[in-house]
């Protein structure tokens, strides 16, 4: 191995200390950018009463750049659902933080700054592939690096897999790393627009170091909660990566939930590359850390929005995606007056039969006014109070969506209103994109149809959703609905009621650490702070709400 001349480290002494410059002098920049009222992003600014809160927005309705979230920065035709898609959406009502937009913009600049092609990000991997040992270690080898990064895995069906990025992507913002997407294989090609101006974030998979990430586990040697457990939390020099194992086994080991602590913070933030692997929306536990707290409730005044604004300002499908979306939403969506998607899954812990799941979402349908209910059959000559006439006119028209792996429930709902009338005069069109029957994660086309059917849903006006699902989670929260949720079946049998309005659009952390970091003992994470609370749809999950 060669080793590090005085020339190398004054070279690397001085780009620290330029990159360094560089960045101070872009997050002053950024800071005064939404400094004043002026409403130049198409939005309504609500100033607060408190000099140190952030102005507050609510994106006009078909406003591009969503009252600022989204950079302005990008080619249209690269890709065109990135500013179309609020025009198919319900306007946006969840206030935007002018401290968020400041934070998204500065995080664009850190990403063009170290993002991979650039001669910071060359250097980082340089010191991950060679890193400094104590023998070799001196003050340039040591120097603080303006460029971190997280380093996110993919794991679980693709539900998961937006809300794990979600929640990484936030964990981002508050350490200052820039997000690299790790793509091991083909599957989740040709799916998502790049995100962030100027820059990419797939992490070059050929001469990284690092091999055989998606394969990471708990006992992984280098993982947070075996360093902690073998005392090397303060270790110096610091080692150049570290995994943080937050899949749903985590809670298992006796160390790994310490990331939702300050001794795992403080052993994460001496390293320059954290690996994560999670199959959770792991983004409630981030406001259970106090050093984050005051961050956080800068960038969200309301709690209830998070993956709203983030999912938005993130994931946006490529123009393969879009092109199917924009083709079946014309075809069977667009000219109705109102649009209702179902969003059905079943699980193997939470067995129903085919008749009691669609007798739940029935009942729950006809009992909320989802949907109209129907008039028995009658002689075709025959009228009576209240019926319409076969010549009639519709007096509204419904587009119903349903979106599941199987096809029975959507045959069903069609034949019931194709075989009676609905009440009220309503037309009622079902309709169901694909059925394939079982979970094809692994399968590029699998996954953009996926994405489509996810952002099909989000163009919904009502959302009727299965408990539990990652999958009913993303599209309700890009669409910014409170669903109605089908409640889990009890003993094989639909629960009474049916299903119940959601109290937040946010999603449900399935497997919270439910860990008291002072008493270094077992906790109960939906009663630490105000704003995070049990889930309606998973008692043991917490979930954020306002």
Not at 292 to 312: C, I, N, S, T
Not at 341 to 361: C, K, M, N
Request: hydrophobic share 35%.
């Amino acid at each position: 191995m060669r080793q590090s001349t005085g020339e190398d480290r004054r070279s690397a002494l001085g780009e620290a200390s330029m990159l360094r410059w560089v960045w101070d002098g872009l997050q002053l920049c950024a800071d005064r950018l939404w400094q004043g009222t002026e409403d130049e992003d198409g939005g309504w600014r609500v100033s607060s009463q408190k000099e140190d809160d952030p102005l507050v927005t609510v994106a006009k309705p078909h406003d591009r750049l969503l009252g600022g979230l989204l950079s302005p920065d990008f080619d249209d035709r690269s890709c065109l659902s990135r500013y179309r898609a609020v025009l198919y959406r319900r306007p946006s009502l969840h206030v935007l933080s002018s401290h968020l937009v400041s934070a998204l913009r500065r995080y664009e600049s850190l990403h063009r700054l170290c993002g991979p092609g650039t001669s910071a990000y060359e250097r980082a991997v340089a010191r991950l592939r060679s890193p400094p040992t104590p023998s070799n270690t001196s003050d340039g080898d040591a120097a603080p690096s303006v460029c971190r990064y997280i380093v996110w895995t993919p794991h679980a069906g693709l539900g998961n897999r937006m809300l794990t990025l979600t929640s990484a992507f936030l964990y981002a913002l508050l350490t200052d790393r820039v997000l690299l997407f790790h793509r091991p294989g083909d599957d989740l090609k040709d799916l998502f627009c790049e995100p962030f101006p100027g820059s990419t974030w797939i992490l070059p998979d050929g001469d990284f170091p690092l091999r055989g990430m998606e394969r990471f586990d708990m006992r992984t040697g280098e993982s947070l909660g075996n360093v902690l457990g073998r005392g090397e939390g303060t270790l110096e020099p610091p080692p150049p990566w570290m995994y943080v194992h937050l899949r749903h086994d985590y809670t298992r080991g006796a160390n790994d939930r310490l990331f939702f602590c300050d001794e795992g913070q403080n052993a994460l933030r001496r390293v320059d590359w954290v690996v994560l692997l999670s199959d959770n929306y792991f983004l409630p536990g981030l406001f259970l850390i106090p050093r984050y707290e005051q961050e956080l409730a800068r960038m969200f005044p309301r709690r209830d929005a998070v993956f709203h604004h983030l999912g938005r300002y993130l994931f946006h499908p490529s123009n393969t995606v879009w092109g199917m979306v924009m083709r079946y939403h014309g075809s069977y969506m667009a000219r109705a007056e109102e649009r209702i998607g179902i969003q059905v899954r079943t699980f193997a812990w939470a067995p129903i039969s085919t008749d009691e799941l669609y007798s739940q979402i029935i009942s729950c349908a006809h009992g909320e006014s989802i949907l109209p209910r129907v008039r028995e059959r009658e002689p075709r000559n025959a009228t009576t109070t209240g019926a319409q006439p076969d010549s009639g006119q519709p007096t509204r028209s419904k587009a119903v969506l349903v979106v599941s792996l199987h096809g029975e429930y959507y045959e069903r709902i069609k034949d019931l209103y194709y075989e009676h009338d609905a009440a009220g005069g309503e037309a009622v069109s079902v309709f169901q994109p694909t059925h394939l029957d079982q979970q094809q994660s692994g399968e590029r086309l699998h996954n953009q149809k996926a994405l489509a059917e996810m952002l099909l849903l989000s163009f919904s006006d009502v959302a009727l959703t299965s408990a539990v699902s990652t999958f009913g989670y993303v599209s309700h929260g890009l669409a910014g609905l409170r669903p109605w949720v089908l409640m889990s079946p009890v003993d094989r049998k639909a629960p009474n009621p049916p299903c119940r309005l959601a109290a937040t659009i946010e999603p449900c952390f399935h497997s919270p650490p439910h860990y008291d970091c002072r008493a270094k003992a077992r906790g109960d994470d939906g009663k630490v702070v105000r704003h995070v609370r049990h889930c309606e749809d998973l008692s043991n999950g917490v979930q954020l709400v306002e």
